[in-house]
C-alpha cells in the first residue's frame, strides 16, 4: 500500500478526518458507528475495514505488512504476480535485453511516461466519478458535475456543485484537482 494513501471519513455530509489508513482505523475503532462512509482518496471507492477486536487486531489486519527479507528484491518493492500472454508475446519478451521482466517494466514506464497528465487526470476523474456517485447521485447538479468533471470545465464543475454540503463539496474539488488542470 502507497505510504502517502489517505482515506476520508464521512458522517453523513459532514467530514470527519482526511488522513493515513492507521489515523482512520484509530477513528473508525474508537468511535464504531452506522452511517460512517471511508473512501480511499486514490481510487474514491468507499471501503468497509472489519474492526472487531482490540486496535492493534485491526491495525495488524489492515495495515501492510513489514517488508520481508530473503529472496527476490524486497527492498525494491518487487511483487511477484502472473502474467497471461500469447506464446508469441513471450517468445518477444524472451528475446528483449533483460529478458521479459525487464522488458515489460521498460514498456510500461515508457507508456507512463508518454502522458504523465493524462494518466493523473484520468485517475481522478475516475476517483472523483465514484466519490460523487456514492454521495452526491441524488444531490442537484450531479450529472452537470459528472459532464463537467470528464470535460475539464473547472468553472462548470464548480457551479453544479454549488448547492452541495460544503464537506462533500470540498472533498470532491481536492479529488478533482488533477482533471481540473490543478497540481
Known amino acids: 500500500m502507497d505510504a502517502d494513501a489517505t482515506f476520508t471519513t464521512f458522517d453523513g455530509p459532514t467530514r470527519r478526518l482526511t488522513a493515513p489508513l492507521a489515523?482512520?482505523?484509530?477513528?473508525?475503532?474508537?468511535?464504531?458507528?452506522?452511517?460512517?462512509?471511508?473512501?480511499?482518496?486514490?481510487?474514491?471507492?468507499?471501503?468497509?475495514?472489519?474492526?472487531?477486536?482490540?486496535?492493534?487486531?485491526?491495525?495488524?489486519?489492515?495495515?501492510?505488512?513489514?517488508?520481508?527479507?530473503?529472496?527476490?528484491?524486497?527492498?525494491?518493492?518487487?511483487?511477484?504476480?502472473?502474467?497471461?500472454?500469447?506464446?508469441?508475446?513471450?517468445?518477444?519478451?524472451?528475446?528483449?535485453?533483460?529478458?521479459?521482466?525487464?522488458?515489460?517494466?521498460?514498456?510500461?514506464?515508457?507508456a507512463r511516461k508518454a502522458d504523465p497528465d493524462g494518466e493523473r487526470r484520468a485517475q481522478a476523474q475516475a476517483a472523483t466519478d465514484r466519490f460523487l456517485g456514492a454521495v452526491g447521485g441524488d444531490l442537484p447538479g450531479f450529472e452537470a458535475a459528472t459532464r463537467a468533471l470528464y470535460a475539464g470545465q473547472r468553472a462548470a464543475f464548480e457551479a453544479a456543485l454549488a448547492a452541495w454540503p460544503p464537506d462533500v463539496r470540498t472533498h470532491a474539488l481536492y479529488l478533482a484537482a488533477p482533471a481540473l488542470g490543478d497540481a
Not at 46 to 57: C, I, Q, R
Not at 89 to 95: A, K, S, V
Open 23 to 110: 489515523d482512520t482505523l484509530t477513528l473508525l475503532h474508537a468511535q464504531p458507528r452506522a452511517g460512517l462512509l471511508t473512501f480511499d482518496d486514490r481510487t474514491g471507492r468507499s471501503v468497509d475495514f472489519d474492526l472487531s477486536g482490540a486496535l492493534d487486531e485491526v491495525l495488524a489486519r489492515h495495515l501492510p505488512p513489514e517488508p520481508r527479507s530473503g529472496p527476490g528484491r524486497p527492498k525494491l518493492g518487487v511483487v511477484s504476480r502472473e502474467v497471461s500472454l500469447l506464446p508469441r508475446h513471450w517468445e518477444w519478451l524472451e528475446r528483449q535485453r533483460g529478458g521479459a521482466s525487464a522488458a515489460l517494466r521498460r514498456l510500461i514506464d515508457e
